[in-house]
Each structure stands twice: as C-alpha cells, then as structure tokens.
C-alpha cells in the first residue's frame, strides 16, 4: 500500500471508510498530493489574498478571501478535528478559552437564560458572571451530576446547556444523554468543554451535544508551548457558530496551528502512555497512607465510574487526590517537596504538574472533602521516579 493513501486522497473530513484512530490521525486533515507532495501541509501566513480580476474581487467567487476567514493551514486542521469528531464544521480561535467565550456569543442574546455545570472550568465562569451579564444573559449553575433532572430547571429562555465532563478538578462526570436529551425537548442546544476526554475518548456529538469544545494547548499541542482552541459544531448548528466566528476576527496565528496539527500526529501513542501511567499511579495512591480518595472517574471506587464506562473509550492523565485531613499547610508542605512534578496550570503536556485545587467559586459541587484536593497531571516520565516524587510531597504533607 502507498504510504499515504493519497491516491484515494487523504483521510478527509467525511470519508465513509473506517480506520483505526491512529491511522486517522496520522493522515487526516492533508492530502500530500495538494501540495506537491509534501507530507505536512504548508504554514501559510497571510492576511491579504489577492483576486485575478475586479468581477472575482467583486464576487469574491474564490476559495480563499482574506487571512481571518481561513487559510489552507488552517482548514488542514479543521477538517481533521471534524473527522474525529464527526462534525459539519470546525473554527480554530487562539486560546482554549476563546473556544469557550466564542460559541457563548455566538448561540447567546439579551434576556436569553443559561444552564452551566456548577464544577465548569473556572474561566468560563468568570465569563458568563461578568461579561454575559454584561449583555442581560443570566447563567444558572446546576449540579454536574443532575442528569435528566435538569428539565426542572429549563425555562422558555434557556438556549444554552453548557456541560464538562469530567468537571474540571473534581471530576464528576456528567450523564450527557439524558441531559442533551432534556435540553432539546426543552429547546436549548448542548455545548460541552470535552478537553479531558479528547474526541479520541469520548465524542460529544455521537451522545447528543451539538457543539464540542476543545483547549487544543492541552493533549493535542501536548508540549506547553502553545495555546489554541478549537469548537467543532453539528450540522444544525454549523452556519451560526461559523458567522460569529467570521464577526468576532477571532482567529489563530498559522505557526500555533501548525504546530497542534502536528501535535495531533502523536495525540494517540501519547495519551495511551498518560493514561497506562496516571492509572498506575491513581490505583498506587488509593493504597497509601494520607490519602483520603483518589478522584479519577476511571477508578471502579469513584462514584461516576459506571457512566464513564458507559460513554467514555479512555481516559486521560488528569486526576485529583483529597488528603486525609490538613489545610493549606499541608497541601503547600505536599507542593513545596515535589522535584519532578512542577508547580503550574494547564496540563496536557509531556512533564508532569501539580496544583492545590481551589474550589471557593463554587456554590453546588464543593464536597465536603476530608482535606486539601490536590490536582496531578502525569506527564511522560517513569512512573517509578512519579511515584517517589509524590511519596515525598505525602512524607511532607505528614509532617
Ligand atoms: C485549559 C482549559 C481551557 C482553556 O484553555 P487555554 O488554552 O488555557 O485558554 C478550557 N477548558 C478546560 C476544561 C481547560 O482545562
């Protein structure tokens, strides 16, 4: 066989042939025969676009207008986040938080009402309290694990389920069908924050959301040296988020989209490697004196492992652990004595971090837990060295 199957073409968005997922990501997005060949598709940078003559000009009848509204760089990448997640469309915006703020805009108005997952990322909270407010949106905050339930809480107005899942840092897992379903009889469409999960673990529009979201910085850049989003839409809800994208000129630098497409390339060998070694890791640290739980939705012992298994194929190299008792003094003792681990945010990369989890934002799902929630991101370092590195932050957390 030709090493890449250009003469059918490349695996587009689209292709009614099933291939394994790391066949998908090895050659979606690009066809080498587009462009002479070359395996990777060009990093074109542009602004300008220029017309062969002024009736084109005027018609602008041609593929490509002007460097906000998409360029061959940045279609090779939406059209290979749609063939993962099966969507009509894909927008590419800078940040995993402007994939996030984008399709809030685009699908809210005045005195329209939203539903948010109280465990929801915290920045997204921050932008529905402050800037949707702004514009006479209110947000309601719903318990993650409300499932069905959450017909109760729809009104005429509500337009928007926005849901996460797992929650961010505590990791509930949501009931996604029975909440789309209850969204739709109830008239609003489903956004969901899926950056845990990857498409490659769960997809989000196969189990009724119609708009997926993704902080691409995270395991598709998966090297913490670029920020980037994606939001991929149905069908239904395709024309509205890309107007709004087209509105808001919130678009992507070439080389960030470059490099998460290349990112892409390895997203399957590297999640499989983060997800053998946090579940060694989290099953280790369910055996270990200090620790209260481990909060990992893959753990039989976590109360929404049943839906998880249910709907998810994997599961990635986030998870928290809650300490037997102790305040902030110990979860800085626990922080302060890692050697490996590094003090920062975001996750998704190839090193491995630590956080105190802050969970004062939040009105619903805010424990109790038996002590400090400590969030840990397992990079791909060996897990023997990762486990002597916590051993030492519980040594110090002890102390
Ligand atoms: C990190 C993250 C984001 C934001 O991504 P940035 O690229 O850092 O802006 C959004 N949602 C979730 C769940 C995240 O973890």
Redesign the pocket.
């Known amino acids: 066989m030709h090493p890449y199957l250009h003469r059918n073409g490349a695996i587009m968005a689209g292709s009614k042939q099933r291939f394994g997922i790391n066949t998908q990501l090895a050659h979606s997005g690009h066809n080498p025969r587009d462009y002479h060949g070359f395996v990777n598709p060009p990093v074109v940078h542009a602004s300008t676009v220029l017309f062969p003559d002024a009736r084109t000009m005027a018609s602008r009848n041609q593929k490509y207008t002007y460097g906000t509204r998409g360029t061959p760089t940045t279609d090779a990448l939406a059209s290979a986040i749609d063939q993962l997640e099966g969507s009509a469309g894909t927008i590419i915006v800078p ?3 402007a994939a ?1 703020t984008v399709p809030l805009l685009a699908f809210l108005s005045a005195g329209d009402h939203i539903l948010i997952t109280d465990s929801v ?1 915290n ?2 909270r921050r932008f529905a309290d402050t800037m949707l407010a702004r514009l006479g949106i209110e947000a309601q905050y719903y318990d993650p694990l409300i499932g069905g339930g959450i017909s109760a809480l729809i009104r005429p107005s509500t337009k928007v389920v926005f849901t ?1 899942s797992p929650a ?1 840092n505590t990791f509930e897992i949501q009931d996604i069908p029975a909440i789309s379903a209850a969204a739709h009889a109830g008239g609003a469409i489903v956004m969901m ?1 899926n ?2 999960a990857t498409p490659l673990y769960f997809k989000p529009l196969e189990f009724g959301v119609d708009v997926s979201i993704h ?1 691409a ?2 395991y598709p850049g998966g090297h913490s040296d670029v ?3 994606t939001v991929s839409a149905n069908q239904a809800c395709w024309p509205r988020l890309h107007e709004a994208f087209l509105t808001l000129g919130c678009c992507a630098g070439p080389d960030d989209v470059y490099q998460v497409l290349r990112g892409l390339r390895t997203m399957g060998v590297r999640l499989e490697h983060h997800q053998k070694s946090t579940l060694d890791i989290a099953r280790w640290l369910e055996t270990q004196p200090g620790v209260a739980r481990v909060l990992h939705p893959a753990l039989e012992s976590f109360p929404g492992h049943d839906i998880w298994k249910r709907d998810f194929s994997g599961s990635s190299g986030i998870f928290s652990i809650v300490l037997d008792g102790g305040g902030e003094r110990q979860a800085h003792a626990f922080l302060d004595a890692l050697q490996i681990f590094g003090l920062g945010y ?1 996750w998704g990369g190839y090193e491995s971090l630590a956080v105190n989890v802050f969970l004062g934002d939040r009105t619903i799902a805010k424990g109790p837990y038996e002590g400090p929630v400590l969030r840990l991101q397992i990079g791909l370092e060996d897990v023997e060295d990762l486990k002597a590195d916590i051993s030492r932050g519980l040594a110090a957390a002890r102390i």
Request: proline share 5%.
């Open positions: 940040s995993g938080l996030v990322y920045p997204t996460e961010s924050d950056t845990w902080a910085t995270k920020l980037l989003g975001s």
